[in-house]
């Protein structure tokens, strides 16, 4: 029997690519499959917590009991994220956010030209830092992909989104990362202290990781 022990918190899991369009027919994106989101989506709902997904453009079914909000650029993750965000306890982000989006998408379909193309990108708004601006109750989770130097890089990053601790996995790793349905991740604090998982199940990832997220809720609200 699954404890029902997220029941009264409101869970945030953004999940998936964000898609950057360039003109009508071509974007900048990435490979993330939503998997790891939905699994922690569906393992909140399941421990009797109120769930909303924010999800990019992938091929999997909403978990149900779940509210999702279906969204496609990273400025769109942003503003429906940020439209729920004061009413969560916990938020997972393990969406795959483009750093980048064109300076000036163009309404119709470039033509192609002689020789290079360059495209002008300018930043894109970053959902965890600006939740971490404002996070007061609230545990934030974030992700991390690092090819090198992954435990230091992810222990900057979560100084910089003030999140709690950020899941590092591994592209390069087979069973880490993109698409598949499992996951291999260390879980990195800001102070750099880290603990390495074994490979597991996504599910199995989502599974405890709720339960490092709820303990740091608990001890932080005292609750
Ligand atoms: O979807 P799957 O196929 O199951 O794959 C899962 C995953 C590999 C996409 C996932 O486990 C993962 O690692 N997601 C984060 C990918 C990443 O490289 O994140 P980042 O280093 O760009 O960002 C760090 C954190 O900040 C992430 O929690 C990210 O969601 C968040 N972020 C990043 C940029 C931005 N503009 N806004 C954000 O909120």
Not at 197 to 207: C, I, L
């Amino acid at each position: 029997l699954t404890p029902k022990d997220l029941a009264g918190r409101h869970v945030l899991v953004t999940a998936g690519p964000t898609r950057e369009y360039l003109d009508p027919v071509r974007f900048v994106s990435n490979p993330s499959s939503g998997k790891m989101g939905f699994a922690v989506a569906e393992r909140a709902v399941a421990r009797g917590a109120l769930v909303t997904l924010v999800s990019g453009p992938v091929s999997l079914p909403a978990p149900s009991g779940v509210t999702l909000m279906n969204v496609e650029s990273a400025v769109q993750m942003r503003d429906a994220a940020m439209s729920v965000f004061g009413a969560a306890d916990l938020v997972v982000a393990t969406a795959a956010v483009a750093d980048y989006r064109a300076a000036e998408p163009s309404n119709e379909k470039q033509a192609k030209t002689q020789g290079d193309a360059v495209i002008h990108l300018v930043p894109n708004p970053d959902i965890l830092a600006e939740m971490g601006a404002s996070k007061e109750r609230r545990v934030l989770v974030g992700f991390a992909m690092e090819t090198h130097a992954g435990v230091e890089r992810a222990a900057g990053k979560a100084r910089r989104k003030n999140a709690d601790f950020i899941l590092l996995n591994y592209p390069a790793r087979e069973g880490s990362g993109f698409g598949g349905d499992d996951n291999e991740v260390t879980l990195v604090r800001p102070s750099g202290e880290s603990e390495a998982w074994p490979r597991m199940s996504k599910r199995a990832v989502a599974e405890r990781l709720l339960t490092a997220a709820l303990e740091a809720y608990i001890q932080r609200n005292s609750v």
